[in-house]
């Protein structure tokens, strides 16, 4: 289980782990905490060597124990394995700088990689002027990365799940909640209906590839794909259409894909670099599918709210967000009818 | 209907929570703030669009019923199949619950339900 160290403790084990992290260093400096996940800590520090040279790091590390999912959260061993199996076949990714032993490094599931400049804000990037002739090519950009990790071999071991078995879980725990909603019935009914009718040719899915997951650059677009931790296997639209699942467009929903591009651009960079044929309604399938995990998802947020109130109102107001999945269940509805 | 959470599990959390030594941070004031201002919305315009819901719901299911009812006998004609999930009707039905109950939770929210 993962211990609560402190920042000083956490410094100590670093420093000793610092040659190992990048050869020549002696001593970490800089250590501060980034963003604390549902069940994750990110960490910025410097590993400085004797001239005082410092390569900047990222440390990332499971600090709590991991909370629901439909899809079973992999060791975070597994999630440095396919970063590094991603940046061999050309998808911008962190470089994967050390993987901690948990029986002897005392950080529990933990690894380290090279910290790379970028913006990861949503908004920012879907809606700051700045990031202009980023938009104009990130969404092509999302589709050859995609594509290149769509066609990596799959690691050993990883969690497998289809359309069919992913919508059956998050009905299973839809109706758990007890909650009363036709729309989000009427979501489950409608997804059923539209399952895939042939086999699709399972792939190793990033899972979590959406706007607030990506690094950009202002002008250069992708730099960096981050958050792997829920990578399985699985239908490789899941992965396109999650991108463009109206939750995460950051007040844009004008622009299909993240808030920030358009459909064509992203097929376009699918193909390109070696995608198979990818159809705009299996993408909003997917796009459907994402609209009514994140509407579940909201809530378990609500559940743990109920079942510890004094812990502060900020899961119940979640809670609240189950409408938004609603707004755009309708809008997915109206807009294949048409 | 909105529950998960209720107005009144919404209120009575914030009186649980809330801090009274000083010790709450400005970001869990404005979670706070934000979360009795769901609440209040939710009181003030809950009434009026629970009774449009309902009566909608009336003409849907050719029966009455409290919106309570009428949503569970709604869902399980969806369930069953007795209603097709993008029947016109339905989905009249269920855009403007959408708008109804938005504009109480999240009505900031950028959605393409014009």
């Known amino acids: 289980m993962a211990d609560r160290l402190s920042k000083n403790e956490l410094a100590e084990r670093l420093t000793v782990l610092a040659p190992r992290m990048v050869p020549g260093a002696e001593r970490i400096e800089n250590l501060v905490r980034l963003t604390g996940g549902a069940s994750m800590a990110t960490w910025a520090f410097d590993a400085m060597d004797g001239a005082g040279t410092a390569t900047p790091l990222i440390l990332r590390r499971r600090d709590r124990p991991v909370e629901y999912s439909t899809v079973a959260k992999p060791p975070l061993r597994r999630e440095a394995a396919a ?23 005392g950080l529990d ?3 380290v990689m090279h910290r790379v400049s970028g913006e990861t804000l949503g908004k920012k990037i879907a809606s700051d002027p700045a990031f202009e002739p ?7 950009q999302c589709g050859a990365a995609l594509a290149r990790i769509h066609a990596l071999e799959p690691l050993d071991g990883l969690d497998s799940t289809d359309a069919e078995t992913t919508l059956a879980n998050y009905e299973r725990t839809w109706r758990a909640t007890g909650n009363v909603r036709p729309t989000i019935e009427a979501a489950f009914r409608w997804l059923e209906k539209r399952l895939p009718p042939e086999k699709v040719t399972p ?10 997951n990506i690094m950009v650059d202002p002008n ?12 399985h296997i699985g239908d490789p639209a899941e992965d396109l259409g999650w991108l463009c699942t109206n939750s995460w467009k950051f007040g844009r929903p004008d622009r299909y894909v993240g808030g920030f591009g358009e459909l064509d651009d992203l097929l376009a960079g ?5 995608g198979e044929p990818m159809s705009a309604a299996r993408v909003d399938f997917w796009s459907m599918l994402g609209s009514l995990k994140w509407g579940v998802m909201t809530m378990g947020m609500y559940a743990s709210f109920a079942s510890d109130p004094s812990a502060g109102p900020e899961r119940a107001v979640i809670g609240r967000r189950l409408s938004e999945t609603e707004a755009d269940i309708v809008a997915i509805i109206e807009r294949n009818a048409a | 209907m909105i529950t998960h959470p209720s107005a009144q599990e919404i209120v009575a959390g914030v009186a649980q929570w809330l801090p009274v030594d000083g010790s709450a941070s400005i970001f869990s004031l404005r979670v706070a703030r934000n979360a009795l201002e769901i609440a209040a919305r939710d009181m003030a315009m809950s009434p009026a669009a629970d009774a449009r819901a309902a009566e909608r719901m009336h003409a849907l299911l050719g029966r009455g019923g409290t919106r309570e009812e009428l949503d569970v006998a709604l869902v399980e004609a969806i369930r069953s199949g007795a209603i097709a999930s993008d029947d016109p009707s339905l989905v009249a039905h269920l855009r403007a619950c959408a708008l109804d109950t938005i504009a109480i ?7 393409t339900l014009g």
Not at chain 1, 90 to 103: K, L, R, S, T
Not at chain 1, 220 to 231: K, P, Q, T
């Open chain 1, 109 to 111: 599931e933990a690894y």
């Open chain 1, 134 to 140: 980023a938009r104009g090519k990130l969404a092509h």
């Open chain 2, 105 to 111: 939770d999240q009505p900031k929210y950028a959605h």
């Open chain 1, 270 to 274: 699918y193909a390109e670099a070696g």
């Open chain 1, 83 to 105: 970063i590094a199996r991603a940046v061999e076949a050309g998808v911008p990714a962190p470089i994967v700088a050390y993987v901690c032993d948990e029986e002897t490094d």
């Open chain 1, 220 to 231: 250069e677009g992708l730099v960096a794909v981050l958050d792997w931790e829920i990578v």
């Open chain 1, 203 to 212: 792939r190793m899915v990033h899972g979590d590839f959406r706007n607030g």
